[in-house]
């Protein structure tokens, strides 16, 4: 997926992008940054929910900009919240039919991806009566269930226990990617070697590093928090 030169503002709040530019392969990439960076709007303008003055952006195996649809980018939200009265199949099921899938394709898809998040035996319980962990993952089934070309998952351990997070990051670590992009958005360095394939870390509204995990990792002299001094050098303790 290829994002060139967007310029983007809220109004009379500021620019937030001022001819941005990114390359995202498949695979996993994590994208990092600090809180106000701009990752959560970029990612909105990837779904196609915002619309930039200026710029383009690329599917892949797309000759040019086209409007993203719901089947070909999925996008996870920080909060993922219970519809009301539904069941979690049948909530990751209306995710599938709103993008387009028949009724029979999105409960048979609802099947497969609650398996893959490990919430088979969660599917026939209220959405409102689950966890926060387990609404994420839920979360994360909405996005699966069309098979999107970019899944784009935005501070997807943002507010759960430790135990919580060690749980979502092995469900994410089990999803494969194949030809997809799937980009996960945090200001987390945990896992960065074992979960992705690349890492891009912005702030400010641009683009300061890309890279490999091993090119991040060896921004910083070896030693303890070897990934989080890497991420300091390059944001600064003040903005992380």
């Given at each position: 997926?290829?994002?060139?030169?967007?310029?983007?503002?809220?109004?009379?709040?500021?620019?937030?992008?001022?001819?941005?530019?990114?390359?995202?392969?498949?695979?996993?990439?994590?994208?990092?940054?600090?809180?106000?960076?701009?990752?959560?709007?970029?990612?909105?303008?990837?779904?196609?929910?915002?619309?930039?003055?200026?710029?383009?952006?690329?599917?892949?195996?797309?000759?040019?900009?086209?409007?993203?649809?719901?089947?070909?980018?999925?996008?996870?939200?920080?909060?993922?919240?219970?519809?009301?009265?539904?069941?979690?199949?049948?909530?990751?099921?209306?995710?599938?039919?709103?993008?387009?899938?028949?009724?029979?394709?999105?409960?048979?898809?609802?099947v497969e991806v609650l398996a893959a998040v490990n919430l088979s035996?969660?599917?026939?319980?209220?959405?409102?009566?689950?966890?926060?962990?387990?609404?994420?993952?839920?979360?994360?089934?909405?996005?699966?269930?069309?098979?999107?070309?970019?899944?784009?998952?935005?501070?997807?351990?943002?507010?759960?226990?430790?135990?919580?997070?060690?749980?979502?990051?092995?469900?994410?670590?089990?999803?494969?990617?194949?030809?997809?992009?799937?980009?996960?958005?945090?200001?987390?360095?945990?896992?960065?070697?074992?979960?992705?394939?690349?890492?891009?870390?912005?702030?400010e509204g641009c683009v300061i590093f890309a890279g490999t995990p091993?090119?991040?990792?060896?921004?910083?002299?070896?030693?303890?928090?070897?990934?989080?001094?890497?991420?300091?050098?390059?944001?600064?303790?003040?903005?992380?």
């Open positions: 997926m290829t994002i060139e030169g967007v310029y983007f503002s809220y109004g009379r709040h500021g620019e937030i992008f001022h001819g941005f530019d990114c390359e995202l392969h498949s695979g996993k990439t994590v994208l990092l940054g600090p809180n106000g960076a701009g990752k959560s709007t970029l990612f909105r303008i990837m779904a196609g929910i915002l619309k930039p003055s200026a710029g383009r952006v690329i599917l892949p195996d797309s000759p040019g900009p086209v409007s993203p649809s719901r089947s070909q980018v999925a996008l996870m939200p920080q909060d993922v919240p219970p519809i009301p009265g539904l069941r979690v199949d049948e909530q990751v099921a209306y995710s599938g039919w709103l993008a387009g899938l028949s009724r029979r394709d999105a409960q048979s898809r609802a035996d969660k599917a026939s319980s209220r959405a409102s009566r689950l966890s926060g962990g387990q609404l994420r993952r839920v979360g994360l089934a909405q996005a699966l269930v069309v098979n999107p070309q970019v899944l784009l998952l935005d501070e997807p351990t943002a507010g759960l226990d430790p135990a919580q997070r060690h749980s979502f990051r092995e469900v994410l670590k089990s999803v494969p990617s194949g030809d997809q992009v799937v980009v996960v958005s945090t200001h987390l360095v945990d896992d960065i070697e074992d979960l992705y394939d690349r890492v891009v870390v912005m702030n091993d090119e991040f990792i060896n921004l910083s002299e070896p030693g303890p928090n070897r990934a989080e001094r890497s991420y300091l050098g390059l944001v600064g303790s003040e903005r992380a």
